[in-house]
């Protein structure tokens, strides 16, 4: 019988480790912000941001993503400081309490991304791939850590009125290889993609890029998929976030298929129990 593999991926260095990519990674979702589609407002005190990370990390996850920006579709604006404001005490407490955990700041700001990293934070995760603050790639190449290069156009407010292609894989990878090319003349080592599921795109682009997402493999840098819970399986289905695991799981199981090396879940558990069933 014929496991699934992850695509070969070159290692990358997350505060002077080497992480690989034998295996798929799990990357789990810890949102302090009261507005994010799924679970807005369950982890807006330290307290509870600590049992949420306490319980990820239990469950599985190697890397835990803080984000302090909702970037769902339409999401307002808020200030940098208000950002910084939500972000930093729970990645300090969660530096003190687990200090072996690697933690990425999910944020298009340079500003709010260099203040994470002095915090603790090993690894940035652009939802913008640098489009939304002309500073990031060079706060980047600075601090040398690892950097989450992710497609979208326009920004949350208005990305959905941006969906027109000429062919969305090539679009995007378009997209990727100028980003690559940038960071690489900075100076940045470690690049990690992301296709963007649900940002600038429709439900069926979204599954356009998810069937065709080994074709971005080309680039030979590891691959991160998020489509946890997202619009695109759940208004597929005409349900809701809270009712969208199954097929958060179905689809996982296709980028696993095809080779990707990272998933970005907000139920751990589940994913940790599909990685040790494929591989």
């Not at 819970?229 to 689809?251: D, P």
């Amino acid at each position: 019988m014929k496991k699934f593999q992850t695509v070969t991926a070159p290692s990358i260095n997350v505060g002077g480790k080497l992480m690989t990519f034998d295996k798929p990674v799990i990357m789990g979702i810890l949102n302090v912000t009261p507005d994010s589609f799924f679970d807005g407002g369950d982890n807006t005190t330290v307290e509870k941001a600590l049992g949420k990370a306490s319980n990820l990390l239990t469950a599985g996850a190697q890397i835990l993503d803080i984000g302090a920006y909702s970037s769902r579709p339409g999401a307002p604006l808020i200030s940098s400081q208000e950002e910084m404001d939500r972000a930093l005490p729970p990645i300090l407490a969660i530096r003190n309490a687990f200090p072996e955990a690697i933690l990425s700041i999910d944020t298009f700001r340079a500003d709010v991304a260099a203040e994470a990293i002095d915090a603790g934070v090993h690894i940035v995760n652009d939802v913008s791939g640098g489009t939304l603050d002309e500073e990031m790639f060079a706060t980047v190449a600075k601090y040398q850590v690892p950097y989450i290069l992710m497609h979208m156009r326009g920004t949350p407010e208005t990305m959905q009125g941006q969906t027109e292609y000429t062919d969305i894989v090539t679009d995007v990878a378009t997209f990727l290889g100028q980003g690559i090319a940038q960071l690489r003349d900075l100076g940045v080592k470690d690049i990690i993609l992301d296709p963007g599921f649900g940002f600038a795109k429709t439900i069926d682009q979204n599954y356009e890029l998810l069937y065709r997402v080994d074709e971005l493999q080309y680039f030979g840098l590891p691959i991160l998929g998020g489509i946890s819970r997202k619009s695109m399986i759940y208004k597929k289905l005409g349900t809701t976030a809270q009712e969208a695991l199954n097929g958060t799981t179905a689809l996982n199981t296709l980028l696993l298929e095809r080779g990707v090396q990272i998933l970005r879940v907000h139920d751990v558990a589940e994913a940790k129990q599909l990685v040790d069933l494929f591989y």
